[in-house]
């Protein structure tokens, strides 16, 4: 059998007795906490992305030798699963509204904003992230939003993933937007003023008549090639329609 993984006792550090409630148990007396580690990386993945987080980086930003740092966090794979997190943590959970389409959107609404806040969250990947406090505490949070409305308890978890989904969706559609405009230096409008010209001579003889006038159309009220916030409206109107008429009660 193999052994527990050691991150879990970092993860909940808090919950326990010292000396994993502190800081690190080996070495001299610690000059920062393991919060004030995972803290300062959430800060630079905010403030560079997260392919420029490295451990070596980390350390020079705390003042530490590489070497001390690995007292605090073993691996860079562990410090991304502290990350996450930690900064889950940060957000308040509003009170459910009593209104259960308003509950559901709100679900999603409150992952599409961390995964604004904290775009390097959506990068995250080949970590089990979801076993600490926070994470645990968010999961308890949405399936209180589903709790008593007809449900059994895997469809709970399945409606729960499904609009957490869809908000990371959306929210890696936008980030590609933004990450376009900075590598071309130009938004959408402006890149499509100049280059609508172009696309008519290449694209000349061809008939595109529904594209023509559907892209005309979003275009002209996106002012972009796409708009994320209505793609989240939108979406999680005909989410919620289906995860309620799906209901017994279609209520």
């Given at each position: 059998m193999p052994d527990p993984d050691p991150v879990l006792r970092l993860l909940w550090r808090h919950s326990l007795?010292?000396?994993?409630?502190?800081?690190?148990?080996?070495?001299?007396?610690?000059?920062?906490?393991v919060d004030d580690v995972v803290d300062a990386a959430i800060d630079l993945a905010d403030r560079d992305g997260l392919a420029a987080l490295s451990m070596r980086g980390l350390a020079q930003h705390l003042g530490l030798g590489a070497m001390t740092l690995y007292t605090y966090v073993a691996t860079r794979n562990d410090l991304l699963v502290l990350m996450v997190d930690q900064v889950l943590g940060r957000t308040v959970l509003p009170a459910?509204?009593?209104?259960?389409?308003?509950?559901?959107?709100?679900?999603?609404?409150?992952?599409?904003?961390?995964?604004?806040?904290?775009?390097?969250?959506?990068?995250?990947?080949?970590v089990r992230a979801w076993l600490g406090p926070h994470m645990a505490d968010r999961y308890e949070w949405q399936l209180e939003a589903v709790e008593g409305i007809g449900l059994d308890d895997i469809e709970m978890d399945q409606a729960v993933t499904l609009l957490a989904s869809f908000a990371a969706g959306v929210a890696r559609a936008?980030?590609?937007?933004?990450?376009?405009?900075?590598?071309?230096?130009m938004s959408d409008a402006e890149w499509w003023e100049a280059n609508h010209e172009a696309l008519g001579e290449v694209m000349a003889g061809r008939e595109y008549p529904l594209a023509g006038r559907v892209g005309t159309a979003a275009g002209e009220a996106y002012q972009a090639a796409s708009d994320q916030r209505r793609e989240l409206d939108f979406g999680l109107a005909r989410i919620v329609d289906g995860l309620v008429a799906h209901l017994p009660d279609g209520s």
């Open positions: 007795p010292s000396p994993e409630g502190g800081a690190a148990r080996r070495g001299p007396k610690q000059k920062v906490t459910h509204a009593v209104d259960l389409r308003e509950r559901l959107e709100q679900l999603a609404r409150v992952q599409y904003d961390d995964y604004r806040a904290h775009p390097w969250l959506l990068e995250v990947t080949g936008e980030q590609v937007v933004r990450h376009a405009e900075r590598e071309s230096g």
